[in-house]
């Protein structure tokens, strides 16, 4: 199975700040895979789509970079909304497999 | 409005059996995958299979193969996920998915509001 490194596990930001989450794939995924936002006790969201595709309705403060093994996650200006746990997913193969997250915290 | 819709929450003992269901609404049932996600309390996110509700054609991940069954009836639009023994170490927050066919490979864009299991004696 491929396994989805993320990193950092959590991090501590502020209001505003530009935030950055790296995902390393075990072996290249092309560009497939997805970025999610998961609040707590709610169902994650999907944030970006084929590595760098905004889904409808998500804000343009989030975007995301890459392909093969290295995919980036990045929030440009953090706002208070945006505290929760975030992980990649990548659909290249089965079975699917998560990062193991990344919670943004306020700092 | 598309949406998954899960069925309740469940205490069960181990030993029993349990099926859990996610009804799709709102959109062609057949047309999408089916994935569903495990989240044990206070850990990340585990893909544990997927069916296609057009055939019911199913994966697993090898974590998940043989512990649980993945189901669909496309008369009713629902998926299933099922155990036949339950152990202590299901107790979990099941989500279910709706895969869409993206440019590069797919993506989860329609998600259930999660199905709490709770295993113990």
């Known amino acids: 199975a491929i396994q989805m490194t993320q990193s950092p596990s959590s991090l501590s930001a502020s209001v505003g700040d530009r935030v950055t989450i790296t995902c390393r794939a075990s072996?290249?995924?092309?560009?497939?895979l997805g970025w999610y936002q998961q609040k707590p006790g709610k169902a994650p969201k999907l944030l970006i789509y084929?590595?760098?595709s905004l889904q409808s309705g998500v804000p343009s403060r989030f975007s995301g970079s890459g392909s093969g093994t290295d995919f980036t996650l990045t929030i440009s200006s953090l706002q208070p909304e945006d505290f929760a746990t975030y992980y990649c997913?990548?659909?290249?193969?089965?079975?699917?497999?998560f990062g193991q997250g990344t919670k943004v915290e306020i700092k | 409005e598309v949406q998954l819709v899960q069925s309740g929450a469940e205490v069960k003992k181990p030993g029993e059996s349990l099926r859990i269901s996610c009804k799709g609404s709102?959109?062609?049932?057949?047309?999408?995958?089916i994935s569903w996600v495990r989240q044990m309390p206070g850990k990340g996110l585990e893909w544990m299979g997927r069916?296609?509700?057009?055939?019911?054609?199913?994966n697993y991940s090898p974590s998940f193969q043989g512990h649980v069954t993945i189901s669909a009836d496309k008369s009713i639009s629902t998926a299933y996920l099922q155990w036949s023994s339950l152990k202590a170490s299901d107790t979990a927050m099941y989500y279910c998915?709706?895969?869409?066919?993206?440019?590069?490979?797919?993506?989860?864009?329609?998600w259930g509001q999660g199905t709490m299991v709770t295993v113990s004696s």
């Open positions: 084929a590595a760098s």
């Open positions: 709102g959109y062609s049932f057949t047309s999408y995958w």
């Open positions: 072996q290249g995924i092309r560009n497939d």
């Open positions: 069916i296609d509700p057009s055939d019911s054609y199913t």
């Open positions: 998915a709706r895969r869409v066919v993206v440019v590069a490979g797919g993506a989860f864009d329609i």
């Open positions: 997913l990548q659909d290249y193969n089965y079975p699917q497999t």
